[in-house]
């Protein structure tokens, strides 16, 4: 089976209000890329891809009439795609929702969130992620509450041959400093944002042992914004929020990402990327690894191969001169794909 994820940048601004594809002439929100040239190479990719189920990032808004799994599978039936049923958790207020694509055929899916509801003040016990988590952040005694914007999808999957196994998307808040005017500004905000992502993460890492002591088997993927080594406030902090999801430092179980342990191995020299931006003041493209798909160890013992869907790094999405050109125009991200035997 192949599970993938992947960050679709602004999916949501090609399509209407009534859920159609804008497959037109008018540009999208990607840097001088028109809409019919986005949908066109995202058909290609997703189809390049042939996976089983897809956690899209950024997925279309659920909002009045607008509806993530119409939109999403008006897509895949334009394109032809095996993934064609949509699964949507909690919706949120960003128009970056976080969503499943899934072939039916193989596996069915359901929106299954753990934790008891909780108001704005939290509540008792670790909460769903559409409620408030109660957290010290500053060590002064007193715990501030914690929201995602973002709320992690949590899915129920079984294979067709019967194998269960849960799923948590995320979409981790990113740390960028918003509002800024000076270098003081930058400071604060940025550090209050590294707090507020490090509680995140370590509220989703309290979720993870929860479903490990129950004995599931567990993926954790998506985008977190983060990884080790990304900026200088990690040593502030003393780790990354990927590190705290992945446990393996602090004797909880861990979770397992290649790509993330050859971050936390190797901290100088050659690294994977899953996302490159363009710096329009420095007139340059900036590559980072942002996108992780991660395992408990029962899967980790079942084969997994990952791979990164990057258009140079990756030899066969280079030699393929369409697939290369589709992963530059589909998005800034690359989708990351894990290839198991779960029969």
């Known amino acids: 089976m192949r599970i993938a994820t992947y960050n679709v940048e602004w999916f949501n601004s090609l399509f209407d209000d009534a859920n159609g594809l804008l497959e037109d002439d008018g540009w999208s929100s990607r840097r001088d890329v028109t809409r019919a040239d986005q949908l066109g190479a995202l058909g290609i990719v997703f189809t390049a891809m042939n996976a089983d189920a897809v956690l899209v990032v950024e997925a279309p808004d659920t909002v009045r009439d607008r509806s993530t799994v119409a939109a999403l599978e008006a897509f895949a039936a334009r394109y032809d795609l095996r993934t064609r049923k949509a699964l949507l958790g909690f919706s949120n207020q960003t128009q970056q929702e976080i969503a499943l694509l899934y072939d039916p ?16 003040r939290g509540g008792q016990g670790l909460p769903r992620f559409d409620g ?33 196994l849960r799923l948590i998307g995320v979409h981790v808040k990113s740390k960028a400093p918003h509002g800024a005017t000076n270098p003081d500004q930058v400071m604060r905000i940025s550090i209050e944002n590294r707090r507020k992502q490090l509680a995140q993460c370590v509220w989703l890492r309290r979720r993870v042992d929860e479903v490990l002591q129950e004995g ?62 363009y710096i329009q003041q420095e007139e340059r493209y900036l590559s980072a690894l942002l996108d992780y798909v991660m ?31 589709a992963l530059l125009t589909a ?10 035997d779960l029969s």
Not at 220 to 246: A, H, M, Q, T, W
Not at 297 to 307: A, I, K, N, S, V
Request: aromatic share 8%; charged share 30%.
């Open 295 to 325: 395992v408990s160890p029962r899967l980790r013992r079942r084969d997994p191969r990952w791979r990164i869907w990057h258009p140079f790094d990756d030899p066969v999405c280079y030699r393929t001169p369409e697939l290369r050109e």
């Open 331 to 340: 998005s800034d991200h690359f989708p990351v794909s894990l290839d198991l």
């Open 132 to 164: 408030t988590f109660r957290l010290d952040l500053d060590t002064d005694a007193a715990p501030e509450p914690i929201v995602f914007s973002k709320p992690p999808l949590e899915a129920a999957l079984r294979t067709k041959g019967g194998r269960a």
């Open 105 to 120: 055929d193989v596996l069915t899916a359901a929106h299954d969130p753990w934790g008891a509801p909780s108001g704005k």
């Open 216 to 277: 599931e088997d567990l993926i954790v993927l998506g985008d977190f914004n983060d990884g080790p080594g990304l900026d200088e406030y990690e040593k502030l902090f003393g780790r990354s929020g990927v590190e705290i999801v992945l446990g393996d430092d602090d004797g909880r179980t861990p979770l397992y990402d290649p790509h993330a342990h050859m971050a936390l191995s190797q901290r100088v020299g050659a690294m994977p990327s899953t996302a490159r931006f």
